[in-house]
T-cell receptor, first 113, second 115 residues
């Protein structure tokens, strides 16, 4: 157990639908990061939040959004889902700027049918 | 832009063979370097990291990596692999300093160790 909790572990949904993935960071970590892992693209950085504020954006589609709540948990919202959105979505957390590396959760496997 | 290249997509070794996985990065500044491992069905775990100082860093489970600044490389090594090392290995780079970018990963190298 890494200390980063992601729910749900698996999600199967239809095209056009909207889903929410949830992440609770390791205790004491203020930064939360979302990554998408697919076979062809590898691990792609989506977005970072630090203490409730968006800090950095990567290759995140406009159909995707995220937020970090006062209790520091984060949610990644994926809407108008397409088959190509099927992937593993990882959340990671770190203290401060993450210079010492990130701690990853077990991921949510999203399958869009 | 930052990028990380891992040269081998899939490496197959027999137990007790030596391992070296290549990693090159592109970044115009001071970097922190990492190797992560992902065992089948599990999350990414940190194997080792380099910040500064001795360019040869040792990690968990007998892994080590050498930072060669002139070659922008951070290759992972293990003298003798075990079947339990079967996993996917990811090299990652981050600009030094909290505001300097995020962790950028290579595409990974899948290691299969035959018993």
């Amino acid at each position: 157990d890494s200390g980063v909790t992601q729910t749900p572990k698996h999600l199967i949904t239809a095209t056009g639908q909207r889903v929410t993935l949830r992440c609770s960071p390791r205790s004491g970590d203020l930064s939360v990061y979302w990554y998408q892992q697919s076979l062809d693209q590898g691990l792609q950085f989506l977005i970072q939040y630090y203490n409730g504020e968006e800090r950095a954006k990567g290759n995140i589609l406009e159909r995707f959004s995220a937020q970090q709540f006062p209790d520091l948990h984060s949610e990644l919202n994926l809407s108008s889902l397409e088959l190509g959105d099927s992937a593993l979505y990882f959340c990671a957390s770190s203290g401060g700027g993450g210079d010492y590396g990130y701690t990853f959760g077990s991921g949510t496997r999203l399958t869009v049918v | 832009a930052q990028s990380v290249s891992q040269h081998n997509h899939h490496v197959i070794l027999s137990e007790a063979a030596s391992l070296e996985l290549g990693c090159n990065y592109s970044y115009g500044g001071t970097v922190n370097l990492f190797w992560y491992v992902q065992y089948p069905g599990q999350h990414l775990q940190l194997l080792l990291k380099y910040f500064s100082g001795d360019p040869l860093v040792k990690g968990i489970k007998g892994f080590e990596a050498e930072f060669i600044k002139s070659k922008f490389s951070f290759n992972l090594r293990k003298p003798s692999v075990q079947w339990s090392d079967t996993a996917e290995y990811f090299c990652a780079v981050k600009g030094y300093g909290g505001s300097q970018g995020n962790l950028i990963f290579g595409k990974g190298t899948k290691l299969s160790v035959k018993p």
